[in-house]
């Protein structure tokens, strides 16, 4: 599964970015999809996934009620809505792609998307 991210920008704080992910490759609906990030000087972490029934889970509590994430079989993308960014959100996200949304805790899902910026200045 080849993973493409696009919607890094700049953006100020209280504003919104929605980056998107297309997934080229067999039996996308199968699999569980979602975004890590990582800040300058911290590890990557595991932000939100939505597995292949679409129930999605948040493993960062900061971005609760601020981000979502919604996926399309039909076009094979999924969408990361981020909306009141704060300077904290400010990281390179990774589309991901694994078989279960337990790969968002183990930090280790078997596909990986290049990165993508998103800066958050006040």
Not at 27 to 53: H, M, N, T
Not at 83 to 96: G, I, K
Request: charged share 20%; net charge negative; with cysteine.
């Amino acid at each position: 599964l080849r993973l493409v991210e696009i919607g890094g920008d700049s953006v100020q704080p209280g504003g919104s970015l929605r980056l998107s992910c297309a997934a080229s490759g067999p039996s996308f609906e199968y699999y569980a999809l979602g975004w890590f990030r990582q800040a300058p000087g911290k590890e990557r972490e595991g932000v939100i996934c939505v597995d292949s029934r679409g129930t999605s889970t948040i493993y960062v509590d900061s971005v609760k009620g601020r981000f979502t994430i919604s996926r399309d079989n039909g076009r094979n993308t999924v969408l990361l809505q981020m909306d009141s960014l704060q300077p904290e959100d400010t990281a390179v996200y990774y589309c991901a792609a694994d078989s279960s949304c337990t790969a968002w805790r183990t930090g280790v899902p078997e596909y990986w998307g290049q990165g993508t910026q998103v800066t958050v200045f006040s």
